[in-house]
């Protein structure tokens, strides 16, 4: 039986909004990403550093949810998580990830692959403390990918830690959450162009050093 729906297939949008050429790229990507999320801030894209982050799950799919990018280093972009949550557990077995933003207001993508490893004790400790404290205790509460019974489990837990804590000024970080920096070794910048031709431009690290290249779209 097919399933009712509105005409999927006849959704357009024309890609209009820029171009991207070599002579414009920087060497380093990450300098690049830097020119483009600010773009992205200028133009008041929502959530520029929403992300999606790809892992492989121990079946041997791949797994993607929205993480958000929280710093970005010379070596990589940073996010944090808990470490027993799906993804953490990915990244034990496989530290090999891929990442997507996705900008529909600049008609950009950035593709990225790379390999993941953990932040220091003391970075994670610096980010933790600046978050604000409703998030630090639910990074205390959430059993993160885990299966709960119903909303009422979870709640009756923030409330217990938000009695434990209630006394404290300073909220510790758990020592199951902290962060991840991505070392890329492969970027790709994709800008919309009309008629599908859009403009891709890779870069590659072979040897230590970016190798840059156009694809076809």
């Not at 900008?103 to 003391?122: D, H, M, T, Y």
């Not at 492969?186 to 840059?212: A, C, M, P």
Request: a neutral charge.
């Amino acid at each position: 039986m097919a399933i009712e729906h509105k005409d999927i297939a006849a959704i357009r949008e024309d890609y209009v909004k820029g171009i991207l050429s070599e002579a414009e790229m920087k060497a380093d990507p990450l300098k690049q990403f830097k020119v483009w999320f600010d773009q992205a801030l200028d133009a008041k894209v929502i959530e520029p550093n929403a992300m999606a982050l790809s892992t492989i799950s121990a079946d041997g799919f791949p797994s993607s949810r929205i993480v958000l990018l929280k710093d970005l280093q010379h070596d990589g972009l940073r996010f944090f998580t808990n470490y027993q949550s799906q993804k953490g557990k990915d990244l034990v077995n496989c530290n090999r990830v891929s990442v997507l933003f996705f900008w529909a207001e600049l008609q950009r993508q950035i593709r990225i692959e790379g390999c993941v490893n953990k932040l220091s004790v003391a970075d994670s400790d610096e980010y933790f403390a600046s978050r604000p404290r409703g998030s630090r205790i639910g990074a205390w509460s959430s059993p993160q990918s885990s299966v709960i019974p119903d909303r009422g489990f979870l709640e009756k837990i923030v409330q217990d830690f938000t009695n434990d804590f209630e006394n404290s000024e300073e909220i510790p970080r758990p020592d199951f959450w902290g962060g991840y920096v991505v070392k890329p070794v492969k970027f790709e910048f994709w800008q919309g162009r009309s008629s599908r031709l859009h403009d891709r431009i890779q870069y590659t690290l072979e040897n230590k050093k970016w190798v840059i290249n156009r694809l076809a779209p």
